[in-house]
């Protein structure tokens, strides 16, 4: 127990070295339906960090730094929906903000419900949400990325909102599918599990090859 303190003392350190205005951190969403979507939580999570960051001047906290905190919280690959756990692991990251948020499918259709909460008083400033066919999930989630750019631009001075736009879709693309194994992959690289997340970001590029995350983490673990 001394040492788990000692650690988060560290933690809440490195991240008041990182914080400032505009700080966000994106937590992993609470999956409300099919148990098969549940890995998608981190992988979700991972694209709309992607789409916060170059928002100008907003920072925003990289996932691998949120699982060093989850991890010592003994949370592992949690969402975390109660609010008291939230805001602990949103000082500890040294965030002025944090998204959270949920999802269910029903019937071929996916719904995502996203908050953003100012980490010290856990006042919402804004809550969005989206919906479409599985066949939408990447426009689905750009649409919810673009929503809460818009409202960071509101908040940080010299934030953008504009997102690049999203190319379009080969006729045999599985965005959810590719989402479901960039999931798999980043949570076998938290893992050690590297052969399994190659495995897993390259099923993603098949799925589709619009998943510039899971380029992203072949090219890292190439170097």
């Known amino acids: 127990m001394r040492y788990l303190g000692v650690v988060l003392v560290w933690f809440a350190l490195m991240g008041r070295a990182f914080a400032g205005p505009g700080t966000v951190a994106v937590l992993y969403f609470q999956n409300q339906g099919n148990p098969e979507l549940e890995p998608l939580k981190v992988g979700l999570a991972q694209m709309l960090t992607s789409d916060l960051i170059g928002a100008g001047g907003v920072k925003v906290v990289e996932r691998t730094q949120l699982q060093a905190v989850l991890d010592e919280l003994k949370l592992g690959h949690s969402s975390v929906a109660d609010k008291d756990t939230s805001a602990k692991v949103g000082k500890l990251l040294g965030a002025e903000y944090l998204v959270l948020g949920s999802y269910f499918s029903l019937a071929g259709t996916l719904r995502v419900d996203a908050r953003l909460v100012k980490v010290e008083t856990g006042e919402v400033l804004h809550a969005n949400g989206a919906n479409g066919g599985i066949a939408e999930f990447m426009d689905l989630e750009r ?74 983490q072949l090219a890292a673990l190439d170097l």
Do not use: C, W, Y
Not at 168 to 190: H, Q, R
């Open 143 to 216: 649409r919810l990325a673009g929503s809460f750019r818009d409202k960071l631009a509101s908040l940080v001075p010299g934030a953008l909102a504009a997102l690049p736009a999203l190319a379009a879709a080969a006729s045999e693309s599985k965005p959810l599918e590719a989402a479901m194994a960039l999931s798999e992959g980043l949570i076998a690289l938290d893992n050690h599990e590297l052969p399994r997340a190659r495995e897993s970001f390259q099923k993603a590029l098949t799925a589709d090859s619009r998943m510039a995350e899971a380029r992203q």
